[in-house]
């Protein structure tokens, strides 16, 4: 399936914040993204009409099984490029920045390349 960088940080946001709460809401992306509301709820939109989220009555988002793989794929890559660009001894909050970009072009393929040369057990 082909999704957009930004659908890739938005589901990724989703996970991060569901990982630290029970119930994480459109709110809780806009704040956690520094986006605005009417922003997060265009995209949760596109999340719902890709069939990678629902959104219940009470606004609670959660994922669907496809949307919830992209997720934890895209934010395992995330750790492990972080972990690495550290490693080779960039400073934090440029590995931050740039595994958040390269998250997105790096094939599964490399990625497993990587994980593999690399041996990497990634801290959450």
């Given at each position: ?123 959450d």
């Amino acid at each position: 399936m082909d999704i957009r960088k930004s659908a890739e940080d938005y589901l990724e946001c989703i996970l991060m914040l569901s990982e630290k709460q029970s119930d994480v809401h459109s709110i809780d992306v806009a704040r956690a993204l520094d986006v605005t509301k009417p922003s997060v709820s265009i995209a949760m939109k596109k999340l719902r009409e890709q069939k990678l989220i629902t959104v219940n009555a009470n606004g609670i988002i959660k994922f669907t099984k496809a949307g919830k793989k992209i997720a934890e794929n895209t934010y395992a890559k995330h750790k492990l490029l972080r972990a690495i660009l550290i490693d080779i001894g960039v400073d934090e909050t440029t590995a931050e920045d740039e595994a958040c970009l390269i998250e997105h072009v790096i094939s599964d393929d490399t990625y497993e390349k990587i994980l593999r040369a690399f041996n990497k057990n990634i801290p959450d």
